[in-house]
Every structure is written in C-alpha cells, then in structure tokens.
C-alpha cells in the first residue's frame, strides 16, 4: 500500500515571498506522483505530476516539483506567489500497478499582502 | 468541451435514508473514479468503474456501491445513512489506460447528514 504525509498543515506566506510545501510517500513499488490545488468550495485541479523522467516536473502557475527517490520526497515550489494562490495543496500517488490516488492530509497556503 | 459535472451540489438527509450522486465525465474519458472528502481531510478512495464494472475498491462498507452506464457516466449509492458519512464527494474521471493517466475533479456534492 501507498501513504502519503504532508509535513505542513498550514503554511502562511507574504505576498512575493517563495513558497515550499512537503510531501514524502511510502510505497514498496514504483509510484506516480502528483500535486493537486482545491480552491474554496471547488473540486481538485491538477498542478503538475511526476511519472518517470528528469526529477525536476514544472507545472501550471509557476508551479514547479522535484522527485527524490532516496528521500522518498516530492516537494512543491513557488518562486512568488500571488493572493490568487491562497487555497489547499494535496500530495497524492499512484502505484504503478494500481488505479486508485492515495492522497496526503493538505496543506493550506494562505498568502497575506 | 464540458468538464466532470456532478449533481447535486449540496443535499441534507437523516440517519438511516439512502442517496445517490450522479457524475458525467468528461468529454472522451472511460473511467470515473469516487473520493470522499471530509472537512479538514484529503481525498479517500471509494472505488472505480471501467467498462461498467466495479474494478478497484477502496476501504469502504457495502453500504457504499456503485454503478456505471454505457455512455459512462457513473452513480454513487449510499444505503443507511450514518453521520460520519457527512463529506464531499468528488468524482473524477479518466482514461483506462493505468494509473499514469491524470484524473480529473468534479466540483464535487456536499451531503450533510443529520
């Protein structure tokens, strides 16, 4: 079975400022990673996923991720975020013989002018 | 082109009633997937359907079943309602072709359970 933990609950940040989220799974086979964004009272839109390849995967909105297989980690990156990117980050995975997205808990990024 | 649309948006029943969530996919897409959400959580898995069979379940009861159509939209039931089945439910929708494939999110039905 895949797990996923995101390290930040909650991640406040001034406007401009970077931004960087954590994720790290678990999984005895080769895994697909993602990250999602929900804005308030919305469904899940995909940033950017990870399926093999160069570790560095850019995504939409200046969004940008990098695989580390040794660390087991898939952390997300902002160089500079906007007001408009205030919402919740989830983390998930995919077996590579599996269907199903096994998602983290969240973290919330509240981004303060 | 139309994205996953799911209905109702927000629904209220009692203990013990029965629901159901409706899903269509979006344009060209085989596969619809079902998550519940509940308030402060990520995702849970309830099951996939593909070629209108049930073909990966998460770890939820019977009580939770499932049925897909021919022209692939899809139907969450949920039999004896409990309070702790107050969440969102999303629906997302894919390609068959594994678990590379990104899944796409509905808006989701809110069902508040009382």
Not at chain 1, 43 to 62: A, D, E, F, P, R
């Given at each position: 079975?895949?797990?996923?933990?995101?390290?930040?609950?909650?991640?406040?940040?001034?406007?401009?400022?970077?931004?960087?989220?954590?994720?790290?799974?678990?999984?005895?086979?080769?895994?697909?990673?993602?990250?999602?964004?929900?804005?308030?009272?919305?469904?899940?839109?995909?940033?950017?996923?990870?399926?093999?390849?160069?570790?560095?995967?850019?995504?939409?909105?200046?969004?940008?991720?990098?695989?580390?297989?040794?660390?087991?980690?898939?952390?997300?990156?902002?160089?500079?975020?906007?007001?408009?990117?205030?919402?919740?980050?989830?983390?998930?995975?995919?077996?590579?013989?599996?269907?199903?997205?096994?998602?983290?808990?969240?973290?919330?990024?509240?981004?303060?002018? | 082109?139309?994205g996953v649309?799911?209905?109702?948006?927000?629904?209220?029943?009692?203990?013990?009633?029965?629901?159901?969530?409706?899903?269509s996919p979006k344009s060209g897409h085989d596969t619809v997937?079902?998550?519940?959400?509940?308030?402060?959580?990520?995702?849970?898995?309830?099951?996939?359907?593909?070629?209108?069979?049930?073909?990966?379940?998460?770890?939820?009861?019977?009580?939770?079943?499932?049925?897909?159509?021919?022209?692939y939209?899809?139907?969450?039931?949920?039999?004896?309602?409990?309070?702790?089945?107050?969440?969102?439910?999303?629906?997302a929708s894919s390609l068959a072709?594994?678990?590379?494939e990104t899944q796409y999110?509905?808006?989701?039905?809110?069902?508040?359970?009382?």
């Amino acid at each position: 079975a895949q797990s996923v933990t995101q390290l930040d609950s909650q991640v406040p940040v001034f406007e401009e400022a970077p931004v960087e989220l954590r994720c790290n799974y678990s999984s005895s086979v080769s895994v697909y990673l993602f990250w999602y964004v929900q804005y308030p009272n919305q469904g899940l839109q995909l940033l950017l996923k990870y399926l093999s390849g160069s570790t560095l995967v850019k995504g939409i909105n200046g969004f940008e991720a990098e695989f580390n297989k040794s660390q087991t980690s898939f952390h997300l990156r902002k160089p500079s975020v906007h007001i408009s990117d205030t919402a919740e980050y989830f983390c998930a995975v995919s077996a590579s013989n599996d269907y199903k997205l096994s998602f983290g808990a969240g973290t919330t990024v509240t981004v303060r002018a | 082109d139309a994205g996953v649309t799911q209905s109702p948006t927000h629904l209220i029943k009692t203990r013990g009633q029965q629901v159901t969530l409706r899903c269509s996919p979006k344009s060209g897409h085989d596969t619809v997937s079902w998550y519940q959400q509940a308030l402060g959580q990520g995702p849970q898995f309830i099951f996939q359907y593909y070629e209108e069979e049930e073909r990966q379940r998460g770890n939820f009861p019977d009580r939770f079943s499932g049925h897909q159509f021919p022209n692939y939209s899809s139907e969450l039931n949920v039999n004896a309602l409990l309070l702790g089945d107050s969440a969102l439910y999303l629906c997302a929708s894919s390609l068959a072709l594994g678990a590379q494939e990104t899944q796409y999110f509905g808006p989701g039905t809110r069902l508040l359970v009382l």
